[in-house]
């Protein structure tokens, strides 16, 4: 089946320094990918549809140039969080779309960011 | 506001017995339906899906779902669940009406299974 790996699976970093989150689907290509947030026992909210080549797609109340998104190729996406507060600790979350046609998503295991 | 609504937050059985969680949308035409499981420290695998044609979905596991359109709704089922079937579920829509064809989630159903 299809795979999406995510890495780090977690991280901790401290007030105003920046972490990179890679999203790599490993055996298809996919011209999209989400992100999705996750808080501790909430669903999953949508943050944002990153479309290779082009620029992501971000949802209302979501800042952009917080939470950085790009997706140079069909096989990886990455989202940065730029200047992490305490309040963007939270479960993050991709998944890959298989085809432009597809409904279907395949989800990553998750990153846990952890700002001190 | 347009939603997915699941109504149980927290379940508890035990071992064997039946398991219905509920799920409605209230998103309009046409409608892709799917469940979500996340066993705990794991990541979202899809249990089952709906797209067209027969409204009762068979799944992994044991589980199956019925869309009813009339009630806008999508319950998932299992007839006798294990104690492996503790986890989080989650049911999931989209189509036209999501916003271009984006995934919505309900909010979650946290199922812990006696043994």
């Known amino acids: 089946g299809a795979v999406v790996s995510q890495h780090p699976s977690w991280v901790i970093c401290k007030s105003g320094t920046s972490v990179k989150i890679e999203c790599r689907s490993l055996d298809f290509q996919a011209t999209t990918m989400f992100w999705y947030r996750q808080f501790p026992k909430q669903s999953l909210m949508l943050m944002a549809t990153s479309n290779e080549g082009s620029k992501a797609t971000y949802e209302q109340g979501v800042e952009k140039d917080k939470f950085l998104i790009n997706h140079a190729s069909l096989t990886l996406s990455t989202l940065t969080v730029t200047s992490a507060h305490p309040e963007d600790s939270s479960f993050y979350i991709c998944s890959a779309r298989l085809a432009a046609s597809s409904y279907e998503q395949y989800f990553g295991p998750g990153t846990r960011l952890t700002v001190t | 506001a347009q939603s997915v609504s699941q109504h149980n937050h927290h379940v508890i059985l035990s071992e064997a017995a039946s398991l219905e969680l509920g799920c409605n949308y209230s998103y309009g035409g046409t409608v892709n339906l799917f469940w979500y499981v996340q066993y705990p420290g794991q990541h979202l695998q899809l249990l089952l899906k709906?797209?067209?044609?027969?409204?009762l979905v068979k799944g992994i596991k044991g589980f199956e779902a019925e869309f009813i359109k009339s009630k806008f709704s999508f319950n998932l089922r299992k007839p006798s669940v294990q104690w492996s079937d503790t986890a989080e579920y989650f049911c999931?829509?989209?189509?036209?009406?999501?916003?271009?064809?984006?995934?919505?989630f309900g909010a979650g159903t946290r199922l812990f299974v006696k043994a």
């Open positions: 709906y797209f067209s044609g027969d409204p």
């Open positions: 999931a829509v989209n189509g036209k009406n999501t916003g271009g064809f984006k995934t919505i």
